[in-house]
Every structure is written in C-alpha cells, then in structure tokens.
C-alpha cells in the first residue's frame, strides 16, 4: 500500500486564543492513541471568519472547534446544526464530512458527562442555573434535553434570563422559569442541582457569585463552569454548606473527549486528557 504522510487536521479558531490550553490536551490524545491528527490554534478575527471556514473546507479540516467571539457568527457559514446547536444558537464544534460542514455545541454535553460521572444524571432532577450567557444556555438546554424536571435560570440581566427560560420551555419538555437576581440570587426551593455558569471564579478573580449561600442544603449537588481554578470559592462554599461537589475540569475534558470522538470516530483516552490539561493549569 501506498505510504500516507497527510495529517487529518483539526483546531481552535478564536480571538483571543493565545492561552486557550485545548491544543495541548488535543495533541495530548492524538499522541496517545498513535493517530496522524493534529490540532492547530488559530487566531480569526471576527471580519476573517467566513474566508476561514471557506479555507477550512478548501484545506480538508476533520473538524474544528469555535471559542470568542465565533459561537454564533459561524451559523449562517454552517450546512447543519445538531439539536442542541439548534436550540442553543450557538457551536463550539464543527465536523466536515462529505463535503458537509456540521454544527455542534459539546459544552452542555461535557457537563452533562460530568454530572453523569459523578452519578448525579439530572434526569427528573430539580435544576438551578446561576447566568444566562453561552455556557449557561448550553448547560441549561441539554440537561433539559436530557431530562431534567425544572430549570430555575437566575440572572442579573433579565433580558437575557427570560430568553433562555422561554427557549428551554418552547422546545424541550422540561418546565423553565426566570428567577430575578438582585443583589444576592435566591437559591430556589426544592432545588437539586445547583450549576454556577457565571464567569465570577474565573482566575485571576477569587470571588464567588453572591448567593444565599444559606439556601445550599445537604445532599444538594452544586456544580461550578469555572475551570481555572478548580476549586473555586462557589465550590468551597457550597460544601461547607454541605452540598456534593463536582468542578468544572471534567465538564473541559469532557466536551474535548466528545470533540475526540466526533473527529476521529475512536473513544477519547479521557485520562490521558486530563492530565494533560492539569499539566497546563500547573496542578498535580
Ligand atoms: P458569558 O459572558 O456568555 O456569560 C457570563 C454570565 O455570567 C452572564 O450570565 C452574566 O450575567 C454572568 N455574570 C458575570 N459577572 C457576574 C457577576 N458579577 N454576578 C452575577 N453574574 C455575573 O460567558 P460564558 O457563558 O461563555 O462563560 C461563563 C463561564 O463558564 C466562564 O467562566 C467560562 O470559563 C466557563 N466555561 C466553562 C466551560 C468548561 O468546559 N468548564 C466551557 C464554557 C465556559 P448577565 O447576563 O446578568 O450579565
């Protein structure tokens, strides 16, 4: 047979991109399972995207995945969208395939895995989300999908609170209603699952989202976005009060071992992956 020296190509595009640690944890999984894949980071400015993803297709990219500002600009560039890319408008994953260029959204997917793996599936469960923004939607659409009873959104902005509870009502089966967020945001009763999908934790902030931390009970299970660091102050809080906790590196691994799968069709090596990135984020 005929030697191959092509690589199947695969990469981040976003802006700013320079620290996004996924090419690391990517390369990291490729290596591992031997495969002639690579991962590249890229740098697209908003106004280049289109003439991006038209090079993609040119150059025969596997696949690539989306971060700022790109999640919703590259829709209309795109030839189909799953249902949670749907329903969430936005994609942090594209595969092209026969020519096809597939839209998916793997960030509520990661969580959804993590919360699984922690064997708290949200089927018939009780759902709090803390933000409104693109993490949250994701999160808050698939744990829908997936089952969940209810979905209390609690966020500042209620433009943007109201959206995502009217999304999740219209088009899954799963009952949503906005929680105002004033000052300290209520943790609702009856909730749990408690999700943080704010951007407050995020290093270099320390702080933790300003909740009644009083309404956290034993037995809840609170769950944290935030990655960077893992063991966030929302986090500490929460066990304090006693709750279960899961952090945010499996829902990262676990959206990149999904992003695995979809591009090369093999199981991801998901403990090869974590470390990797644990490696990145200087942790043990
Ligand atoms: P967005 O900017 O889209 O949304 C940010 C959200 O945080 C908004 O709902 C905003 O509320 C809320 N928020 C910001 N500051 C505060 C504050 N001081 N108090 C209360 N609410 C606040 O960000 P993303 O959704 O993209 O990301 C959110 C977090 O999720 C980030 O930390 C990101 O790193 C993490 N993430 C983690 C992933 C993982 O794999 N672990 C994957 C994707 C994201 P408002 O609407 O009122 O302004």
Redesign the pocket.
């Known amino acids: 047979m005929a030697k191959n020296d092509r690589e199947e190509l695969t990469g981040l595009l976003g802006c700013p991109v320079d620290e996004n640690p996924t090419g690391a944890v990517m390369e990291a999984a490729y290596r591992a399972l031997g495969l002639p894949f690579r991962y590249v980071t890229m740098l697209v400015r908003p106004e280049g995207l289109a003439a991006a993803v038209a090079g993609l297709r040119a150059m025969h990219y596997r696949g690539v995945n989306l971060t700022?500002p790109h999640k919703v600009a590259v829709l209309p560039l795109l030839d189909a969208l799953s249902p949670a890319a749907q329903i969430t408008g936005a994609v942090n994953n594209v595969t092209f395939e026969d020519g096809v260029a597939r839209g998916e959204n793997t960030?509520g997917k990661?969580?959804l895995r993590s919360l699984r793996q922690h064997g708290a599936d949200p089927r018939g469960k009780r759902l709090t989300v803390?933000?409104?923004?693109?993490?949250?939607?994701?999160i808050a659409v698939e744990c829908a999908l997936a089952g969940a009873e209810s979905v209390a959104v609690v966020?500042?902005?209620p433009g943007?609170?109201e959206e995502l509870a009217r999304l999740v009502n219209e088009r899954t089966s799963a009952k949503a209603r906005y929680v105002r967020?004033e000052g300290t945001?209520p943790v609702p009763e009856g909730t749990e699952l408690l999700i943080n999908?704010?951007?407050?934790?995020?290093y270099p902030d320390a702080s933790r989202?300003?909740v009644d931390y009083g309404g956290i009970l034993p037995g809840m299970v609170a769950c944290d976005?935030?990655?960077?660091p893992p063991d966030t102050a929302f986090l500490k809080a929460a066990a304090a009060r006693g709750a279960r906790t899961i952090d945010?590196?499996g829902?990262?691994v676990n959206?990149a071992a999904h992003n695995f799968t979809l591009w090369t069709g093999r199981e991801a090596p998901e403990e090869v992956m974590e470390k990797a990135l644990r490696a990145e984020f200087g942790l043990a």
């Open positions: 700022i960030d990661g969580l803390l933000g409104a923004g693109g993490a949250a939607r994701a966020n500042r902005d943007r609170g967020w945001a999908a704010t951007s407050v934790g995020l989202p300003d976005a935030v990655f960077s945010g590196l829902m990262l959206q």
